[in-house]
């Protein structure tokens, strides 16, 4: 598959200039938000987008600063190309608002993330280049969620203003991912582990904890290793802290 249109790569080689740096103690005035579900294959990838906006509500963040695209939803709310540009878009702001940047799909070895609606594959790179445009040195949470997805904590992702979760370690699988389950392990994890005005290595921990062990339940041989990278400026930014 291809990788993100070529029309969003070309643009967020454009970069935008940076914000100011914030210090580890400097929370956002505000939060935009960008949520993805990339599969159709099963509602898990949908209900977990779903889940995840009202997450951010409830601590908070004004519903029309969301932008929730899913993989089984009409066209003005689907995964396509144009919406995910456009949120993407969405995401640019003033320099007192963070980023805040979720995608749950299956992970392609190697490569990235599913994006079925969009005939596309979102790459650590793709992904790089956008939030660099769009989200500059603000303040910004990228959580990657589908199998091998620790290629999103690696390479050109991680900078010194991104906290990064992922699902897996680059070369496993996540687990979860069936007409069963309401969510993904990782994904119900990470819902049921967040906690506003908590720091995100806390967020990780929970989830870690909560995967390990759904992960003994499930008899998994080969554990996903959930990743997670924080930047130097943002070891200190609690989750949607008032």
Known sequence: MKLLAAVMLAAALALAAPAAAQTDDAQPQGWKALLIAGDDEEFAFDNAVSAMADKLASFGVPRENIVVLRAIAPDGEASNRENIEAGFASLAADPDEGCFFFATSHGMRG???????????????ALGHLLDRFCGA????????????????????PAANRTILTAARDDRSSF?????LQYTVFDHCVLDSLERGVVWKTVMD?????????????????????QLSIGADVVGLRVFAP
Do not use: H, K
Request: proline share 7%.
């Open 206 to 226: 929970r989830t870690r904890a909560c995967v390990s062990g759904n992960e003994w339940d499930l008899r998994v041989r080969d554990p996903s290793e959930p």
């Open 138 to 157: 603000r303040p910004t949470v990228v959580i990657a969620s589908g199998c091998y997805s620790g290629i999103f904590a690696e390479g050109s992702v």
């Open 176 to 180: 979860g991912c069936n007409a069963r």
């Open 111 to 125: 490569q990235g993330l599913l994006m079925r609606r969009a005939q596309a594959v979102l790459s650590p790179r």
